[in-house]
């Protein structure tokens, strides 16, 4: 019953939210590998660009646009520079509870500045006609679901290659696997977290773009869910490699369209419980990850 | 001769442990000096002072007759000292060839062909140059490390127990590319456990035992087992 629900409406709506958590577990991913650092504030940094996008609202588009990935990408970078490095050779625990603290006073701070006007939410309405709906083989797709998959498909694409072709991108793989040898090789610690948070913000201010077209009510709540379940998803999928990462994030995302297409409408709100069931079913199977192999295996033996 | 690495009243200390005290020690310009020693006196500690890894309590690292002290190993491996770290370190999902590009990171200069280091001296690394690096067998991996070390063009090449864990006809091959190594012109220091054959290659070896230097002993020594004795349970 449940697979007979599952239509060509729903696949192109789940497949387009896979996309968006794709690009946000790969913003993860690449900065966990380098610094082995859980980023809760990833999405804080979304809805900074979400906001600069609303605060812009009057302004061109492009110019809108080229705001909020200045402001993501500079907050990206701060961040890094004063928290993440000071605290590179704590505990993991440290550092995430550290990640935690960033989260809440972004969002504090996000309040402050959004209650102004005497309300709270901010309109970022520039790109709403995006939400448009273009008729493909009796489907209904949103000009948004498109760029969405088209954005995802690039970004990875391009991200995929910089990492196997260039000597940043070999450095970065090599300080995922082993960070000191790495350093011991000549390998610049300072470059390659540089670039991997730099990356990691520009796959944010994306992600803004796109979440403030399907969500165009900006608060300071803006993508925290969304963080939550990508984290999750990360998780799921192995968060030691970038690839079985945002395999996990595109796998939650991807499932939570499909379930969400399949509950009937009035059961919707059963939602995160089927989805989180589903997660802690996969936990329990798969421990290391469901896309982990080799080492995965070795794991499941103990 | 003047020393192109040279340890001055080197201390290093875990917490109240004492793991290297008041050491001295001179590598010359073209020399290969070795450093024995049983588990635990301090020998890894000792490289991993040269290179930044662990601050030494007190004393000093001279390169070329600068202090590298406080300064990062990227920053130490950049100015010219590479180490081949135990259990050789290599990076097994890469491939042989990347593993050897990573060396050039330390290059201090460019040249035609800057894996060339590493080929002629191990032409099996050309072959496998495509192969996952985890794929290869442990001698393989030793030589991989060794030459993913050299491709850098160091001055001083340290070598953390290179024959651990490899057969005696690999231990052969390997302490046969430290002599090539060292007649191409780059200064070696290499820490063993291998204590006789280490005598007997290096221009001078140091015994430490109990985190402190004991002795000094010169190839001449190798053959003379009273002393090699003395060295290790005075």
């Known amino acids: ?19 968006v958590y794709a690009l946000m577990a790969v913003g993860i991913g690449l900065v966990f590998g380098v610094l082995r650092l859980v980023n809760f504030a990833y999405g804080q940094l979304v809805m900074a660009g979400a906001y600069t996008l609303a605060f812009t609202s009057g302004w061109p588009v492009a110019g809108g646009i080229a705001a909020c990935f200045v402001v993501v990408i500079a907050l990206s970078l701060a961040m890094e520079r004063a928290v993440f490095r000071p605290l590179r050779t704590q505990s993991p625990a440290v550092m995430l509870v550290t990640t935690f603290a960033v989260a809440f006073l972004l969002q504090n701070i996000a309040l402050i500045l959004d209650i102004r006007d005497g309300t709270i939410g901010e309109p970022a309405s520039s790109l709403v006609q995006l939400n448009q709906v273009v008729t493909i083989g009796g489907v209904d797709v949103r000009k948004v679901t498109i760029l969405a998959v088209a954005v995802a498909v690039v970004a990875l694409g391009l991200l995929a290659l910089l990492l196997a072709r260039t000597t940043i991108g070999l450095h970065m793989r090599a300080a995922s ?27 944010a201010a994306t992600v803004a773009v796109i979440l403030t077209v399907q969500f165009p009510l900006v608060s300071p709540d803006f993508a925290l869910r969304e963080t939550i379940v990508v984290l999750v998803g990360v998780v799921v999928g192995g968060i030691d490699r970038l690839w079985t990462a945002t395999l996990g994030g595109f796998a939650i995302g991807f499932a939570t369209g499909v379930i969400n297409g399949a509950l009937p409408t009035d059961k919707t709100v059963f939602l995160p419980s089927a989805v989180f069931a589903l997660v802690i079913l996969v936990l329990v199977l798969r421990p290391a990850g469901l896309f982990a192999r080799g080492r995965a295996a070795v794991v499941d033996r103990v | 001769m003047t020393a192109v ?7 290093v200390a875990y917490g109240s442990v004492s793991a290297v005290r008041r050491l001295n020690l001179e590598v010359g310009h073209g020399e290969l000096v070795g450093l024995i020693g049983p588990n635990g006196a301090g020998k890894s500690t000792t490289l991993h002072a040269i290179m930044g890894l662990v601050p030494p309590a007190a004393g000093d690292v001279l390169f070329a007759g600068q202090s590298v002290r406080g300064r990062t190993p990227e920053s130490i491996a950049r100015a010219g000292i590479a180490l081949v770290p135990e259990g050789r370190r290599i990076f097994g999902e890469l491939s042989v060839e990347e593993n050897l590009r990573l060396g050039l990171a330390a290059r201090r200069r460019n040249g035609a062909d800057p894996l060339a280091a590493a080929y002629d001296l191990f032409p099996m690394l050309a072959d496998f140059r495509d192969r996952q690096a985890g794929a290869l067998s442990g001698g393989q991996q030793q030589q991989l490390a060794i030459g993913r070390a050299l491709v850098a063009a160091p001055d001083v090449l340290l070598l953390d127990e290179p024959s651990l864990g490899l057969s005696p006809t690999l231990v052969d091959a390997v302490f046969g590319a430290l002599t090539e190594i060292r007649d191409r012109g780059v200064s070696i220091l290499l820490v063993e456990q291998r204590a006789q054959r280490t005598v007997a290659l290096a221009d001078r070896t140091y015994v430490l035992a109990n985190a402190e230097s004991r002795m000094t002993l010169t190839p001449a020594d190798a053959n003379d087992t009273d002393k090699m004795i003395q060295a290790y349970l005075a």
């Open chain 1, 1 to 19: 019953m449940i697979l007979a629900a599952v239509d060509a409406q729903t696949l192109v709506d789940a497949i387009g939210l896979g996309a």
């Open chain 1, 177 to 203: 696997a082993d960070f000191r040898t790495a350093r011991l090789l000549g390998v610049r610690a300072n470059t390659v977290i540089g670039v991997a948070v730099l990356l990691s913000g520009v796959l």
């Open chain 2, 5 to 11: 690495l040279e340890l001055r009243n080197l201390d």
